[in-house]
């Protein structure tokens, strides 16, 4: 069952994304045209060179909200390919064959270009099938790996992103941008001009650290003073359009109503007992969970690593643009996904907001999955692994994970925090 948001800063997100896409569609059946990115590529370029852009996971994810995955998902399949790999990413690719009846928001504008970085054999195919359509154009970014890895990566990162990334891979990421920009210009015929990047880079850089002081502020609150499915929407809708004054603002809208709530006493789950934590994608096709066990169980989701990387894996100071959003992106995934820059920030995190246990959504990152637990179970926090796809509902048996939940809160967690099960 839907239910309405808290915050008003969550309406007000949708609303505007709502609006934007209908422009949108206007824009490209006028012939202007729009990219398709993936969540980790570097948007600002396009935000300066006023290339409207669509972000390849939230179509997915308002797709599975919208319980309209296994149609996209099936018109994959009837068109020769597989339907069980990459759903996060191979949603929209469906799109490429025609739309859907009845999509969701209208449903996706052609685009014109395609960018993704290669960070497996799988995702890559999804963006070479992109190429192969007529008036589509990819280009591909690389994926370097870290040879040391500094665990306090997001202490370094504003300042020191030199020395947390690493110059190789660096010089790498400014080589390809700066192919990037040149490909863009030759594709669109936009003229990329750098006094206009520095100012995108500055709001970039001003809405985080909003978000920075919005992730403190509810990590120090007890109780939890909104729920973690409002923060999602009033902090990534913004993302998607960071570079932007709207974006700026958005964010400190957020953390106004939110300090609003704290100094209200304003509680998500007026009865909170159990902090928990929510490692992994939106489950965006069973958006109650993270409000159930509230009702049942007093326990309130208090964190998800939206607001959490926005708050620690995007601000860039520097004199270089360039080179700073090199340092934005070449280490992006290594924060979220690779041990142990992952796991000891999630473990950071997990401290700072006094969580009592963690849900984590381990989808096909087994690997990670286990250094994650590992990780945080050796330091006295429960872990509960959900083995699902987090857009497609076919890999999730929604009674068996809540009740196994329950269980874990009652025998697990609430022992570990002091309270009887």
């Not at 370097?144 to 890895?149: F, I, L, P, S």
């Not at 409000?291 to 959490?308: D, I, K, N, P, Q």
């Not at 999730?396 to 809540?402: G, P």
Request: hydrophobic share 40%; net charge negative; with cysteine.
């Amino acid at each position: 069952m839907a239910r309405d948001k808290q915050l008003a800063s969550a309406r007000e997100a949708t609303r505007y994304q709502r609006e934007w896409f209908a422009g949108l569609h206007g824009a490209v059946a006028a012939g202007e045209p729009m990219a398709l990115v993936n969540a980790d590529a570097p948007q600002e370029i396009f935000r300066a060179m006023g290339i409207p852009y669509v972000v390849n996971q939230w179509w997915a994810s308002v797709v599975a909200a919208k319980q309209r995955t296994g149609d996209y998902l099936r018109t994959l399949r009837e068109e020769g390919y597989p339907d069980y790999s990459e759903q996060y990413t191979s949603t929209a690719l469906a799109s490429a064959f025609g739309e859907v009846r009845d999509p969701p928001w209208g449903g996706l504008p052609r685009p014109a270009i395609v960018l993704g970085d290669t960070t497996g054999d799988a995702s890559r195919k999804v963006f070479d099938i992109w190429a192969e359509q007529d008036g589509v154009a990819y280009y591909p970014l690389e994926s370097a790996a870290a040879d040391t890895v500094p665990t306090n990566w997001w202490e370094l990162m504003p300042d020191q992103w030199e020395t947390a990334v690493g110059a190789p891979r660096l010089d790498l990421m400014v080589a390809e941008l700066e192919g990037l920009v040149r490909f863009l210009e030759i594709t669109t015929g936009r003229v990329f001009r750098e006094s206009r990047f520095r100012e995108v880079m500055a709001l970039v850089n001003e809405q985080e650290e909003w978000n920075r002081r919005t992730r403190d502020l509810i990590a120090r609150t007890r109780p939890v003073p909104l729920r973690v499915d409002d923060g999602i929407s009033s902090v990534m809708i913004p993302q998607w359009h960071r570079g932007t004054v709207w974006a700026r603002d958005a964010a400190k809208r957020f953390h106004d109503e939110v300090a609003e709530r704290v100094s209200a006493g304003a509680a998500a789950c007026p009865g909170e007992r159990t902090r928990l934590m929510w490692i992994g994608r939106g489950l965006w096709y069973d958006m109650d969970f993270y409000r159930h066990f509230e009702e049942t169980h007093g326990a309130v989701f208090v964190w998800s690593m939206y607001l959490a990387i926005a708050a620690d894996g995007y601000v860039r100071y520097g004199d270089d643009p360039m080179r700073a959003l090199a340092a934005r992106f070449a280490a992006f995934s290594d924060q979220l996904y690779r041990p142990p820059w992952s796991t000891e920030w999630y473990l950071k995190e997990a401290r700072l907001h006094q969580v009592d246990g963690v849900v984590h959504l381990v989808g096909d990152d087994a690997r990670n999955g286990w250094f994650v637990t590992r990780t945080l179970e050796a330091a006295g926090i429960p872990v509960f692994e959900i083995h699902a796809d987090n857009v497609d509902r076919r890999t999730y048996d929604l009674d068996a994970v809540r009740g196994d939940l329950e269980s874990w809160l009652t025998t697990r967690v609430a022992p570990a925090a002091g309270r009887p099960g």
